[in-house]
């Protein structure tokens, strides 16, 4: 076993592969050919004498031995990062988080929480991202990521099947509920219910491990008429108002909805419910990510957050 000639690009390159999944996602993230990224994990793997990631037909993933590489590489890639934030000016008490968040999330608790850090802790420096819960949890593995609000979905598993678990701190509860456009005739009454849902016309994204598209009430017992898709959670009900079909959003990011859309609850079905999530890497945080960790926390549980007991 010897790393004495890994360069720091193959290390990068390991943390795209196992943020990503895909050699093929993480080529194109780094502006590589795939065959320039099997290269580069080929280097890796002879000189540490193991296989790093485990091939699979939907993807890859880090072996323990590719696990043990990653945990040591993320520290070294986060040591040159920090010098080259300090050779290019910047302060040298300044700490910067990297946080990763769903689109309800980042609509209204995240532009919260640094608001009021910058108020007693001006030194920390925010850096973030949107994404699934698949990958921000895979982020948060490969060490792009310091932390990472998710969502969880009855029975509420784990965000993956690595060990050591996540570390994982419910924020908020809350329900998923219809957006309806206010000139709809749900509209017109406080609650809906999975009879009047029925039938209806929706507008989705693909799916992410559930049993129906994203936006798609997951309610019904029958083949959805999906006539139009959007990934972005946010879009989704403003097409539901320009007469795209319903849509689905968190009770959160009801502050966020259009005002001609209409986000009605649906009493009593607790297979509605969704948690969201805090995680981070197993391992003891730093003091700057400990203090977003708990400005996210204080946003949450702020009187008027959405979501918030």
Known sequence: MDFSDVSLTALRVLRAVAEHGTFTAAAATLGYTQSAVSRQIAALERAAGAELLERRREGVRLTAAGRLVM????????????AARELSGLPEQAATVRLGWLPSAGAVLVPRAPAALHRTH?????AGREGGTPALARALRAGSLDLALLTSAPPFRPPDTESPPLELQTLTEHALRPAVPADHPLARGDFTDDDDLRGQRWTAGPASGEDKPIGVWPGLDEQPAITHTARDRLAKPHLATAGYGLTTAPAPLTPAAPPAVRILPVP??????????????????????ARVAAALRAAALTPDAPGAP
Do not use: F, N, Y
């Open 268 to 289: 009593g079905d607790p297979q509605k419910q969704r948690h969201l999530l805090l995680a981070r890497r197993p391992q003891a945080p730093s003091e700057p990510v």
């Open 122 to 126: 001006p030194g920390i420096h925010g």
């Open 71 to 82: 945990r040591r590489a993320t520290a070294a890639l986060d040591e040159i990062d920090a």
